[in-house]
């Protein structure tokens, strides 16, 4: 649902709807810098628009995206547990694909919260997209440092006073790193195998053994995923 790539054009022209449509052009596509994926993305959004792609032709392309392999049951397992989990998500994407995804393949209801960045018709109708906030990370984009994301939201939980037994955390860009931090012994980390998440911990795991104390989890399905939650849930 998300990455380094400028994927909207490509999926577009994959759209049934979209046959035909022009790819995005090399002059756009050349401005995408590294680091830069929010504001590369609010560029296409701006183009699609004078194009005259509309939010609903975009909500067609969302919502024909495939879950990872083995997503959709494990969510469906997780969903079954239900307060055994408190599931979030915090995607580099935007609200309006998030959400579109999440809820044409069924599973939008098991988040209690959606983080990613706000995007949504603008006043000429158009689909725009901002920055999810600002932080003082050196190492994520400017729009988002999903570390800061999910501990602002586990301090408010904490405020709350919700106690979270373990934290469990599925990933696969290099953005789902810097998180990395706020894992401790006996929280679990979940990388995609072969994806930039897995590669920047072997490394840090390489580089300092100590410094990593979570338990880390590769995956190429996410029904490996399943069954280390179920081993969980069994001291649940
Ligand atoms: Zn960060």
Redesign the pocket.
């Known amino acids: 649902m998300e990455g380094a790539l400028p994927l909207t054009g490509a999926l577009l022209l994959q759209s049934p709807n979209y046959r035909g449509r022009k790819q995005l052009p090399e002059s756009l596509r050349a401005t995408y810098r590294e680091g830069f994926y929010n504001e590369y993305m609010q560029r296409v959004f701006q183009y699609l628009g004078e194009q005259g792609v509309r939010p609903r032709d975009l909500r067609v392309v969302y919502e024909s995206i495939p879950l990872s392999p083995g997503m959709g049951k494990m969510l469906q397992f997780v969903a079954k547990q239900g307060s055994c989990f408190e599931v979030i998500l915090i995607s580099d994407a935007n609200t309006f694909g998030v959400e579109s995804a999440l809820r044409a393949a069924g599973h939008q209801g098991l988040f209690r919260r959606i983080f990613s960045n706000p995007s949504g018709p603008d006043a000429r109708g158009l689909l725009a997209l901002q920055p999810f906030h600002s ?1 003082s ?1 050196a ?2 984009p400017a729009n988002t ?4 994301v999910l501990s602002d939201y586990l301090r408010k939980r904490a405020h709350d006073r919700l106690h979270f037994e373990r934290l469990s955390y599925v990933g696969d860009g290099a ?1 789902d790193f ?2 990395m931090g706020l894992l401790a012994g006996g929280d679990v980390a979940f990388p995609r195998r072969g994806y930039p998440m897995h590669r920047l911990i072997q490394e840090a795991q390489k580089a300092e053994p100590s410094s990593f104390h979570a338990s880390v989890v590769p995956w190429e399905n996410a029904t490996e995923v399943r069954l280390h939650l179920q081993q969980v849930l069994k001291t649940c």
Do not use: A, G, S
């Not at 440092?145 to 800061?148: D, N, P, S, V, Y």
């Open positions: 932080h990370c190492r994520c440092c999903k570390h800061k953005n810097c998180p």
